[in-house]
């Protein structure tokens, strides 16, 4: 809904002023920790910079593709991306990192799939918006394991790699930031507003990756796209269709039996 608010500017223009005020929000509190000079320096380690510099490519792709989907009308297709990223999550995890998986985790998956699937006549084609922001949003979770950095310094520096680059764009290609900022209107103070609104919930799922459990967590991450889903259905007026309901439906039966899976193994465990 907040990006539906800067209706009528180009989403690549947003994901510019979303990573410049983002960087401004991040390092405030870098500063504010004590923690700014000590997250610079690790810009000069090759490996951090290069696992960043591909984070940061891999997240601004992944906020681009969801702004432009919500200005566009297509925010149930986007729900889809987002209920699909747990069950991407864990075929990488057992492809690249050896992670196993119960019967019950893998058969969800295969339903999830075939939920995906029911979406091709409904989109009239594939669903490459919803595929593209579940692989891109699963990617930079890949890549975001193999640095040492915990969340706050991690995002920071991913988004200052990505501000010459988001500069540059907003001095270029019209509205320019100037032209933008100079006209102080509600839409000027909403792109002012995107670093909290990025970095605010960013932040709080680094934190809680570190607190609660997984499986919890896991389960927690299926509320964004119902919630993204009901504003779409219910608020937007986005159609329902019939293979757009028979897809939901799948999807969230294999939710339910990730949930039950994973919930009985933790219990095995513990056991």
């Given at each position: ?34 923690n ?7 810009l ?78 409904g ?21 975001r ?108 039966l ?18």
């Amino acid at each position: 809904m907040f990006w539906k608010c800067l209706q009528g500017l180009p989403a690549t223009s947003i994901i510019a002023h979303r990573t410049i005020w983002s960087v401004l929000v991040l390092w405030s509190i870098l500063a504010l920790q004590k923690n700014a000079a000590a997250t610079w320096r690790q810009l000069g380690n090759p490996k951090i910079f290069i696992w960043h510099l591909l984070s940061g490519l891999l997240l601004a792709a992944n906020w681009l593709l969801y702004v432009w989907a919500t200005l566009q009308e297509r925010i149930l297709e986007t729900s889809l991306g987002y209920y699909l990223n747990p069950f991407v999550n864990m075929l990488f995890g057992y492809c690249l990192f050896g992670e196993t998986h119960s019967r019950g985790q893998k058969i969800s998956i295969a339903i999830a799939l075939l939920g995906v699937a029911c979406q091709f006549h409904g989109v009239h084609g594939f669903p490459w918006v919803a595929l593209t922001l579940a692989l891109t949003f699963s990617l930079y979770a890949v890549v975001r394991k193999k640095s040492p950095l915990s969340s706050l310094p991690g995002l920071g520096i991913e988004t200052l790699l990505l501000t010459p680059i988001a500069l540059v764009w907003l001095c270029v290609v019209p509205p320019t930031i100037t032209s933008t900022l100079a006209n102080f209107n509600q839409q000027s103070l909403l792109l002012m507003f995107t670093g909290v609104a990025t970095s605010t919930p960013l932040l709080l799922f680094g934190h809680a990756t570190r607190n609660i459990p997984l499986t919890t967590l896991g389960i927690l991450q299926f509320l964004s796209p119902t919630l993204q889903w009901l504003v779409a259905w219910r608020i937007y007026h986005e159609p329902m269709t019939p293979e757009r309901t028979v897809s939901f439906a799948l999807i969230w039966l294999a939710i339910a039996l990730y949930g039950f899976s994973s919930w009985k193994r933790s219990t095995a465990v513990s056991v």
